[in-house]
Every structure is written in C-alpha cells, then in structure tokens.
C-alpha cells in the first residue's frame, strides 16, 4: 500500500485546525501528522515532522503564513516543503504575496470539503504544480478582486505567441487543449511554457495564472 501523504496544519483558529484536521484523517490516503497556530510552530513543525504538504492560513500571530511559506518553500530552500495557502475572501493581496513566496496554490477557508481534499492530493501529487481545471476553478473566482499592476521598464518582454500561451494557461487549458486550440505540439507548448516561466521568474502554472490576472491580460 502507498504511504498517506502527511499533513501539517497551521492556522491561528482552533475551531478551523480541528475542522481541517477531522476532514482530513478521515481519508485513508491522508495523515495529519500535526497541528500549530502560528508560522515560527510550522517551521519548527515541519522540521521535525517532515510533512508532504503544510496547509497554511496567512494572517497568524509570531510569523506570518507568507513568511513562513517563504521559509519553507521559497527561492533558494534546500528541502521545500509543499505549501497550501488557505485564505478568506479579504485576503487576496496576501494570497499572491504568499503564491510569490513558493506556495504551489491556495483555496478557500469556505470551500467544501472535498475541495480541500482534492486540493491538498494534487498538489501533493503535482510537484507543486496545480492541475490547470483547478487552478482556473480557483484563481478565476478572484479575477473581478485582483487589481491590474502596472508592468515595470525591466520586465522581461514575452514575444505575441508567449502572450498567446499564457492567456490560454489563466483560463485553465491544459498543454492537450492549448496545443488544440493553437494547432501545435504539446512539445511545443511545453516549450513555450518553460520560456514564460523563465522569462518571468515563475515557479509554476499557478503563478502564471496570477501574473496573467495582476497584468490585466485576462479578465
């Protein structure tokens, strides 16, 4: 039998990590190997613990769920940790924050159950990658709060048909539909993938979903 993906809980509300917690070992294919209320605990947790993948909430006392994805799982840590981001409606500024500190997704604090379940087996699966349809599922339902930022004089230029690619990656195609819908390769739009998030210093799909958005280029 496959060992269970162990989960790490954090979030400053006891009620919440409970709820998480019951929902989550009730699942033979998930253990929750532990529980704490702050980012410095998770840290420690995870150290000790060596969780699969943490399920974070953001605003917490001592350290932060951004400082601490960004201590787990960020640029340049030997040993990442997959990080979930799980966040409330008012706090988008904070989930983008966190997604550029190395976290692989996020949901909702609202979402059903089986969404956090689905969500916490694909990234454990995907390698920090969100599938394209939950990605779209997901990050769609924030495009009317993200406000557009302004491109900046050194942001790498992507060429009209890597604009075309990553148009297609926000609205959740997978490279199978991509490559349909643009009469190429998937090897090609692999390619096309890796030079978008090269050139942008993305670390996955789900951070180009969220570039899309903040550059206005989907809506």
């Given at each position: 039998?496959?060992?269970?993906?162990?989960v790490?809980?954090c979030d400053?509300?006891?009620?919440?990590r409970t709820?998480f917690?019951?929902?989550i070992?009730?699942?033979?294919d998930?253990?929750?190997?532990g529980?704490?209320?702050d980012g410095?605990?998770a840290?420690?947790?995870?150290?000790r613990?060596?969780?699969?993948?943490?399920?974070?909430d953001?605003r917490m006392?001592?350290?932060d769920?951004?400082e601490?994805?960004?201590?787990l799982?960020?640029?340049?840590?030997?040993q990442?940790v997959k990080?979930?981001?799980?966040t409330?409606?008012?706090?988008d500024?904070?989930v983008?924050?966190?997604l550029?500190?190395?976290a692989?997704?996020f949901?909702?604090?609202?979402?059903?159950?089986?969404?956090?379940l689905?969500?916490?087996?694909?990234?454990?699966a995907?390698a920090a990658?969100?599938?394209?349809e939950?990605?779209r599922q997901?990050?769609?339902?924030?495009?009317a709060?993200?406000?557009?930022?302004?491109s900046?004089p050194?942001?790498p230029?992507?060429?009209?048909?890597?604009l075309?690619?990553l148009?297609?990656?926000a609205d959740?195609?997978s490279?199978s539909?991509?490559?349909?819908a643009?009469?190429i390769?998937?090897?090609?739009v692999k390619t096309?993938?890796s030079?978008?998030?090269?050139?942008?210093d993305?670390?996955?799909?789900v951070?180009?979903?969220?570039y899309?958005?903040?550059?206005?280029?989907?809506?």
């Amino acid at each position: 039998m496959t060992a269970p993906v162990r989960v790490l809980v954090c979030d400053d509300q006891a009620l919440i990590r409970t709820g998480f917690s019951t929902i989550i070992d009730a699942q033979p294919d998930l253990e929750v190997v532990g529980e704490c209320g702050d980012g410095r605990a998770a840290i420690d947790l995870a150290g000790r613990l060596d969780p699969d993948i943490v399920v974070m909430d953001v605003r917490m006392p001592v350290l932060d769920g951004i400082e601490a994805t960004r201590r787990l799982a960020g640029a340049g840590v030997t040993q990442p940790v997959k990080v979930l981001v799980v966040t409330t409606f008012n706090l988008d500024e904070y989930v983008y924050e966190a997604l550029r500190a190395g976290a692989s997704g996020f949901l909702l604090k609202d979402a059903p159950p089986q969404q956090l379940l689905h969500g916490i087996r694909t990234v454990a699966a995907g390698a920090a990658l969100l599938a394209p349809e939950v990605t779209r599922q997901l990050v769609g339902r924030y495009a009317a709060r993200i406000r557009p930022t302004e491109s900046t004089p050194d942001e790498p230029a992507l060429t009209p048909r890597e604009l075309e690619v990553l148009r297609l990656i926000a609205d959740g195609l997978s490279n199978s539909e991509i490559a349909a819908a643009l009469v190429i390769s998937q090897e090609t739009v692999k390619t096309y993938v890796s030079r978008i998030l090269t050139k942008l210093d993305l670390r996955d799909r789900v951070q180009a979903v969220v570039y899309a958005y903040r550059r206005g280029l989907v809506t």
